[in-house]
């Protein structure tokens, strides 16, 4: 027969912290805590496999459940001395949730049950106490209503402050049992009149009612929502908690609280937690009345004048703080939890590791690694690595309490502080003046990215989390909020409208990209802290990763970022951005729309000088650390001027007519141009371009070698190679210019070439292609593009509808696609090596600052991922995670 239910209390239990996947997290923690012999109230857990069985039976549950509660409610009555339903010491139950992680947006616990008419009456005759008991009873019917009949506690709510007024109190603790027995008779009879149904007087039925309760919450839609931010599946389901109550609403000498083993916030190693008097669980999270501090220290820093639990009751706060002592010894980890105190007796309600900030994670990690509790790979396990954004970037201050007038998604961390333009020209004009500007659009388009360069923050009304502005913000390290749909740029009349605010054009506005807030004014910040805490872990993970961390960088201001962040090399310089700086783009033009090879020619002779600056720049930063530079990428219309305007002064500046230029620019056109004229096809068709660059590069390695006395080994990169025919063509141009300018230069060069793999055809033909390149580097934002047939740029629209309608379980352009991308990843990474052994493989797409697919990097071999400069060092971190959970065996 099934076992449903497994018990705890009394010193014993049949499960223990191991059994989370059976029990819950909640009920396996209770079993561990009543194994540990710490004071429990005895209980019962139905595991959560019941829950996947009542959905999978209509809603019914097994028919042997019910005989194995009854059996384990029993041995509760035996060991509380009570009687369930019983009229003269009755047992009450609290009906707790409980899934194998801690999940908000689960039912609601519903404490108090067993209560009606009768046994309310033996209650307070039990305890010597009528008011307690009527008090204990109205909890009852409001959450039962409101969890499990349906009724929102609103109304119950309504009836209290209606009775309070008449009775002129102010708090719920001023009531009478007289005057709550009368609350009591509303309650009911709005039960009756709102639902045409009494309120049930079985206990019975109340508890099968809850029971139910909890499973149905499990598809509550806020629980649906939240396991699909989380990646939880569905068939985990819930637990359910039966356990009798304890009562912290018994008097002055009883109390309910809260309490961190640290500090949650800063990681110090004390006690740390919230208290109220006479009052029961959610009442302190309830915000009714003003919670206590636990500790004398934390009455002190926080300047309340109510007293301490350490003062109040002495002797609770003293067993508390030695079981908080033993669980975090325990259980290794800071330790959240749950406690109510019966008349001076302290009772443990729960125990978990303890949600800390990115900081206190930090700290906790390197304490416990000092007091010799955790060794480093634990240390480094401990630190979730995208908690690190948290930390890289300015925070806005939360003893700033600023309003917040309009909020959207945390699309780029960080806070950030400007008055609002609302074009890429006025942030670029404001910025030549000196002034710090936000970047306020509807959306954003690459068109902006010269504005979005200067602004110190970007806000857009439009968009999700893979937007334009979201993805290049990210790139950028700049703090982005998208989608604000609270709010409204009205570009006619140049406002943004907020929350209750009209903001115009040079107003002051902050914007957290941490949580994607927008407030008024100027909100105090704090900096970022990169050594302490933060740089011990960092030195820990960088000693056991295997792979390298290098970066995404395509200007000196990226690269110098990207080392002070622990970059060991550029894993991608994108050369494009290059030509759209200063007067650049006029010689790029004319390159482009030259008639002529002559033309070409002289335009690229422009070009050479500077790209050949802009290398040097970027060699000698690196220092004899690899850079990989790709060749020119884009389709060339990217480049031309798109109004009439424009045409007309780049049609003047070459000597041309405007109509033949608009012709020109016309014929450059393409349907498709993210699968049309570009990367390595336009090096076949305009092999100067390549010679160009190769030259720019060759002659930059000589320049930088001798400058800083480290060795150039330039990587250079062909992009959408499909066909090996198309790498050797290119190629031998390149080694044709590395044979000329080692010739002129007199010196000897070291240098690679090799390819992006970012087309099916090259991951399926790699054994082909890796004769001819020396390394491969995944392209995996376009290699998702090509293998999905999505475009990155239209996604949006319907990959959200994917997610919400579960077709696809989390955005491919986030992390790497395992099943069909990293399949590819994976057969190119073997075919490529069977040719060529030592090849170098890396990855330069967006996914290589994301920690699952920095994991499945590992799994494959990959020798290095390359992100963004400020995804550096959650790179460091997620690879080093990675690379202690293979040598566990987890991966
Ligand atoms: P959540 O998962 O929302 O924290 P819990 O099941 O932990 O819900 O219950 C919330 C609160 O209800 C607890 O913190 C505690 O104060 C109170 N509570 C739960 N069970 C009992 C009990 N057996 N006796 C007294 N109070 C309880
Ligand atoms: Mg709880
Ligand atoms: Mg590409």
Redesign the pocket.
């Known amino acids: 027969m099934t076992k449903w239910v497994y018990t705890f209390g009394n010193g014993k239990a049949e499960g223990g912290a191991s059994d989370r996947d059976l029990l819950g997290g ?1 009920g396996a923690n209770l079993a561990e805590m009543a194994s540990l012999g710490l004071p429990v ?1 005895p ?1 019962m857990t139905i595991v959560a496999d019941a829950c996947s069985w009542f959905y999978q039976n209509g809603h019914t549950l097994p028919e042997s459940l019910a005989g194995q509660v009854l059996e384990a409610l029993a041995a509760i009555e035996a060991d509380t001395g009570r009687k369930f339903a019983g009229s003269e010491r009755p047992l009450l ?2 009906v ?3 899934a194998r992680v ?1 999940m ?1 947006g ?1 039912m ?2 519903v ?1 108090n049950l067993g209560l009606n008419d009768e046994t309310v009456q033996a209650l307070g005759h039990d305890a010597g106490d009528a008011r307690f008991a009527w008090d204990s009873y109205r909890r009852f019917i409001q959450m039962y209503a409101d969890v499990v009949m349906g009724l929102d506690h609103e109304f119950f709510e309504d009836i209290l402050e209606e009775e309070k007024g008449r009775l002129g109190l102010e708090h719920d603790t001023d009531i009478t049992a007289v005057e709550w027995q009368s609350i009591v008779t509303r309650y009911k009879t709005l039960i009756e009149d709102e639902l045409g149904e009494p309120f049930p007087q079985d206990p019975v039925e109340q508890l099968w009612g809850a029971v139910a309760a909890v499973f149905k919450s499990w598809m509550n839609p806020r629980a649906v929502t939240y396991r699909h931010l989380h990646d939880i599946p569905e068939a985990w389901g819930t637990a359910v ?1 039966i ?6 609403n018994l008097g002055n000498a009883s109390a ?1 609280g ?1 309490a961190f083993t640290r500090n949650p916030s800063t990681g110090e190693k004390m006690l740390y937690g919230e208290f109220l008097v006479n009052a ?3 009442d ?1 999270v309830a915000g009714i009345r003003t919670p206590q501090s636990i500790t004398e220290a934390g009455r002190i820093a926080s300047g309340m004048d109510k007293p301490s639990l350490e003062k109040l009751m002495p002797e609770a706060f003293a067993e508390l703080n030695a079981i908080a002592t033993r669980l975090e010894e325990h259980y290794c980890d800071m330790q959240d939890l ?1 406690f ?1 105190i019966e008349r001076g007796k302290l ?1 443990m ?2 125990t978990r590791s303890g949600k800390r900030t990115a900081k206190a994670g930090m700290k906790i990690a390197v304490d416990m690694v000092d007091e010799g509790v955790i060794d480093l790979d634990e240390a480094i396990m401990r630190v979730e690595p995208s908690s690190l954004d948290q930390l890289l970037h300015p925070t806005v201050d939360p003893r700033a309490n600023a309003p917040v007038i309009g909020s959207g998604l945390p699309a780029s961390p960080g806070a950030a502080t400007g008055e609002i333009v609302f074009s890429a020209e006025e942030a670029v004009a404001a910025q030549n003046e000196g002034r710090k500007v936000i970047l306020v659009r509807v959306e954003t388009s690459p068109e902006d990215i010269h504005g979005m360069h200067v602004a110190e923050g970007i806000l857009t009304t439009r968009g999700g989390m893979t937007s334009h502005a979201a993805v290049v913000a990210r790139g950028m390290g700049i703090p982005c909020v998208t989608g604000a749909g609270t709010m409204r740029v009205d570009m006619r009349n140049e406002v943004l409208l907020g929350l209750g605010v009209v903001l115009k054009r040079g107003d002051v506005i902050t914007i957290d990209g941490s949580s994607g807030h927008v407030m008024k004014g100027a909100v105090p910040t704090l900096q970022p802290e990169l050594s302490g805490d933060f740089g011990r872990i960092m030195g820990w993970a960088d000693s056991v990763r295997r792979m390298t961390v290098r970066t995404n960088a395509d200007t000196p201001t990226d690269a110098h970022s990207a080392r002070s962040f622990g970059a060991e090399g550029i894993g991608l310089c994108r050369t494009e951005h290059m030509f759209f700086e200063g007067d650049r783009i006029h010689a790029m033009r004319e390159m482009i729309l030259a008639e002529t090879v002559e033309g070409r020619q002289a335009s690229l002779d422009k070009l050479l000088p500077m790209q050949r600056s802009d290398f040097t720049e970027l060699f000698t930063i690196m220092h004899g650390m690899p850079v990989t530079i790709r060749l020119l990428d884009p389709p060339l219309h990217e480049f031309l001027p798109k109004n009439d305007e424009e045409v007309a002064e780049v049609a003047a500046a070459m000597g041309m007519d405007a109509i033949t230029m608009r012709e020109r620019i016309d014929a450059l056109h393409e349907f498709n141009p993210m699968l049309g004229h570009r990367g390595c096809r336009l090096a076949i068709s305009h092999p100067e371009i390549v010679e160009m660059q190769a030259r720019a590069i060759f002659e930059a390695a000589v320049a930088a070698a001798k400058e800083t006395g480290a060795p150039v080994v330039p990587e250079i990169m062909v992009p959408l190679v499909g066909l090996r025919a198309e790498l050797d063509y290119v190629k031998e141009r390149i080694d044709t210019i590395a044979r000329a300018v080692m010739t002129e230069s007199g010196t000897e060069l070291s240098y690679l070439v090799g390819t992006m793999i970012e087309l099916p055809r090259a991951a399926l033909r790699a054994h082909e292609i890796a004769e001819a390149a020396e390394f491969f580097s995944y392209g995996t934002n376009d290699l998702t593009q090509t293998t999905f047939g999505i475009s990155r740029d239209d996604a949006a629209a319907f990959l959200n509808t994917y997610q919400r309608k579960g077709v696809i379980d989390h955005d491919p352009f986030i992390s790497i696609d395992l099943d069909g991308v990293g399949e590819l990843m994976k057969l190119a990474s073997e075919r490529g090596r069977k040719t060529r052994p030592d090849m170098k493989l890396g990855i330069c797409g967006e996914h290589g600052g994301d920690p699952v697919s920095i994991h499945f990097c590992e799994t494959i071999g990959l020798d290095y991922v390359s992100c963004s400069p400020f995804r550096v060092p959650i790179a460091r971190l997620a690879a080093a995670q990675a690379a202690i959970r293979v040598k566990r065996g987890e991966g």
């Open positions: 909640k109230p209980g139950l609290s707790r949730s409980g801690s908000p689960m609601d616990t404490l908690n356990q009798s109550m304890v009562f912290g309910t809260v029961q669980g959610e302190v749950e109510t009772w309600l729960q």
